[in-house]
């Protein structure tokens, strides 16, 4: 069974930081592009992040760039998105997913869509709050 499972949410105080990760069982992450979405209740889910099959393309919504970096370690069969100076509209419940056969490649020049990607975790609340 092809299953995502994200950790590392958690309550944290403005400024701070978290480090989520995103671990893959019954198949192997590293001949998948990964992404990392996330949703508030009431509104749309919104891409954050990904990373290309190799690794040398990543991509990250305007709202997180300079303070998130999306990273893989295919020996652990993980992903990661290290979160920086958090801001309490970065509250919101995270999901990563992945996709193998997409036409689009993650990269600066734009990411792959929410629709190309075939496997979803079940999502980690970050709570951004003093």
């Known amino acids: 069974q092809l299953q995502l499972v994200e950790s590392g949410g958690g309550l944290v105080q403005p400024g701070g930081s978290l480090r989520l990760s995103c671990a893959a069982s019954?198949?192997?992450?590293?001949?998948?592009?990964i992404g990392w979405f996330r949703q508030v209740p009431g509104k749309e889910r919104e891409g954050v992040s990904c990373?290309?099959?190799?690794?040398?393309?990543?991509n990250y919504a305007d709202s997180v760039k300079d303070r998130f970096t999306i990273s893989r370690d295919n020996a652990k069969n993980t992903v990661y998105l290290q979160m920086n100076d958090l801001k309490p509209d970065d509250t919101a419940i995270y999901y990563c997913?992945?996709?193998?056969?997409?036409?689009?490649?993650?990269?600066?020049?734009?990411?792959?869509?929410?629709?190309?990607?075939?496997?979803w975790g079940q999502g980690t609340q970050v709570t951004v709050s003093s």
């Open positions: 997913a992945a996709t193998r056969g997409s036409y689009y490649y993650c990269s600066e020049y734009g990411p792959v869509p929410e629709h190309e990607y075939d496997h």
């Open positions: 019954g198949f192997t992450l590293e001949y998948y592009a």
């Open positions: 990373i290309s099959i190799s690794g040398s393309g990543t």
